[in-house]
T-cell receptor
Framework: GNSVTQMEGPVTLSEEAFLTINCTYT??????LFWYVQYPGEGLQLLLK?????DKGSNKGFEATYRKETTSFHLEKGSVQVSDSAVYFC?????????????FGAGTRLFVKA | NAGVTQTPKFQVLKTGQSMTLQCAQD?????MSWYRQDPGMGLRLIHY???????DQGEVPNGYNVSRSTTEDFPLRLLSAAPSQTSVYFC??????????????FGPGTRLTVL
């Protein structure tokens, strides 16, 4: 079945450091891939997405490229801020099943120190 | 637009009690879903609906019922609460049921504790 694997956290960085959060997936078809972010005490919100191979999603300085050959969708940011402290979820939605069952990774908590 | 709203924000139940978590959206979205969030496990799909009158099971449906009588509302019922149902519950919606590229919009969550 479909699955998403994320690097375990927590990840602790100093302000202005480079961020990478790894995400790999298993899917039978051609899924759409998402990164959602959850700030403390809130629901999830979309950070970025990519819907086909080699697409790059970007938002608020974050980027991720849909790599079909390595089944990966790693999240990167060149210079993190304290306000980026949150939990980040990688997710996939499989078009073969109508995308009705989105699969989420376990989440990676990021702490950014001033 | 209020987006996706959930009530209550917090709830404490005793084992065996029943209750309904409310979810509503005002965006005329076709698709609605319920997830539970547990530490180290991410979000797991409980039930989903692709339109009024149509629901189906997700990954972890046991102990939960849903119905969708209107486009706007998608309540989640716990039939007989158990400590294993202690979790944070999120409702989500997206515009088009059968479009996997659509973004999901999440409510603020309900934190449920079962004693």
């Amino acid at each position: 079945g479909n699955s998403v694997t994320q690097m375990e956290g927590p990840v602790t960085l100093s302000e202005e450091a480079f961020l990478t959060i790894n995400c790999t997936y298993t899917a039978t078809g051609y899924p759409s891939l998402f990164w959602y972010v959850q700030y403390p005490g809130e629901g999830l919100q979309l950070l970025l997405k990519a819907t086909k191979a080699d697409d790059k999603g970007s938002n608020k300085g974050f980027e991720a490229t849909y790599r079909k050959e390595t089944t990966s969708f790693h999240l990167e940011k060149g210079s993190v801020q304290v306000s980026d402290s949150a939990v980040y979820f990688c997710a996939l939605s499989d078009g073969n099943t109508g995308g009705f069952k989105t699969i989420f990774g376990a989440g990676t908590r990021l702490f950014v120190k001033a | 637009n209020a987006g996706v709203t959930q009530t209550p924000k917090f709830q404490v139940l005793k084992t065996g009690q029943s209750m309904t978590l409310q979810c509503a959206q005002d965006m005329n979205h076709e698709y609605m879903s319920w997830y539970r969030q547990d530490p180290g496990m991410g979000l797991r799909l409980i039930h989903y609906s692709v339109g009024a009158g149509i629901t189906d099971q997700g990954e972890v449906p046991n102990g939960y019922n849903v119905s969708r009588s209107t486009t706007e509302d998608f309540p989640l019922r716990l039939l007989s609460a158990a400590p294993s149902q202690t979790s944070v519950y999120f409702c989500a919606s997206r515009p088009t049921a059968g479009l996997p590229t659509d973004t999901q919009y999440f409510g603020p969550g309900t934190r449920l504790t079962v004693l």
